[in-house]
């Protein structure tokens, strides 16, 4: 007897899925849609790292940006000039009467002789292309600047702006390459009264100013600060709704406190009149310094992003499907990443759901605007199909799905995302858990990742 769809209408069973029932109970696999190829799903690829990427699609203007690209910090990996560099510049240190007193930062004393040390100060020569001089006085004016600011004791301060947390600037979860990832989004300003509230004043912008170098500095924390580690921190700035005339001395306060100080950059959510200033500017800019900025246009961001950090440590609400409790019970489980191209149609299908198991899914395309549907489809042949979830239109703001299904027969689970009435790729990705049923307390149930 033929599977039928249940719901306003009978429809006959796909074809193309009575064909691939011959997988085995464990597998997992893409179906193919009549007259369309789909991909083949490589779960949880390993990650790509391109060292030159196309990162900007401007308005007016496209640039080629490098990613970027942490430097190793071993001093066997630095040319003989920049060794003797690094050596100048602890000689300046040890001489200074400025740093003789006061040459910490981070918890780490510049003045030892070890490879602690040597990772900060490479950060300086580095940051002002190995001339001596100019890093020494860079680096004194930061620790002048970290004694008066008071940044080493930043963190333990309650400076109140609970409103703000998770919402304005905040680190959630890590990079491709383990970098911890904050993200400011300054959008929430564009309410009068929120931005009366923070900015009302010079006292009220003062302590703001001081509330997101807390972030920034309990993000430090989480970095290794030695050769071979994580010893930069990612910035994803949203820029979407920000209101550029009310935030620009805060703005300037804050890009003047950041740089050159703090690490490196990426910019999502760029408004088309940001892109143009930088297509502006960039000529004048140095190469390391534009490898700090990766600017994405608006709609682009989970594209982005996803270059750059797995899709279960993206917030849901930039395309990704961490949420911000996910981190309470330890790292989040790995998603499988997947494309859907333009004029396609991607059947996710997953096997082996035995009957009275419970399955949970979480599944997101970057920049939706396609159709998203969900069917469970029984083994045994008097069975019909399921519908889960009819067919619908998801829109391009919507964040990941999350919801499950408990079958009462052994079966197989199939997602669906119908891009065909588009010619644009999509990054996407998904994850599903299946909690199998038994006689025993739900504490005893067995909870497995697939």
Known sequence: MPKFHLGLSQIPHSPSMEEDQHHSSSSMSFLSTPLIQTPKHQPSPKPQHKRTIVTTLMEA??????????????????????????QELKKKLLSSDVTSQNASM?????????????VLLLKFLRARDFKVNDAFNMLVKC??????????????????????????AFTHGFDREGHPVCY????????KD????????????????????????????????????VNSLIQVTDLKDMPKRELRAASKKILSLFQD??????????????????????????????????????????????KFIRPENIPVQYGGLSRPNDFQNGPPEPASEFTVKGGEKVNIQIEGIESGATIKWEIVVG????????EFVPNAESSYTIEVEKARKVDASE???HTSFTSKEAGIMVLSVDNSASRKKKVSAYRYFVRKHNNNTPSDMQLSLK
Do not use: C
């Open 194 to 229: 929120m931005f009366e509230r923070i900015f009302g004043d010079e006292d009220k912008l003062n302590k703001f100013l001081r509330w997101r170098v807390q972030v920034l500095e309990k993000g430090i924390k989480l970095l290794h600060f030695k050769p071979g580690g």
């Open 367 to 374: 920049g939706w605007d396609l159709e998203y549907s969900a």
């Open 61 to 86: 203007a496209t640039f080629t940006s490098t990613s970027f690209k942490e430097d190793t910090y071993y001093i066997s990996h630095l040319k003989s000039s920049e060794k003797k560099a690094l």
């Open 143 to 168: 620790l002048v600047w970290r004694k008066e600011f008071g940044a080493e004791n930043v963190v333990d301060e309650d400076l109140g702006f609970k409103e703000l947390e998770g919402v304005v």
């Open 399 to 401: 964040e990941a799905i």
């Open 261 to 306: 100080n703090y690490p490196e950059m990426i910019f999502i959510n760029v408004p088309w009149y940001f892109s143009m200033l930088y297509s502006m500017f960039s000529p004048f800019l140095t190469q390391r310094t534009k490898s700090k900025f990766v600017i994405s246009k608006e709609g682009n961001s989970a594209e982005t992003l996803y």
């Open 106 to 118: 981070w918890g780490v004393s510049l003045l030892n002789d070890d490879v602690v040390a040597d």
């Open 184 to 191: 400011n989004h300054y959008g929430v300003f564009k309410d």
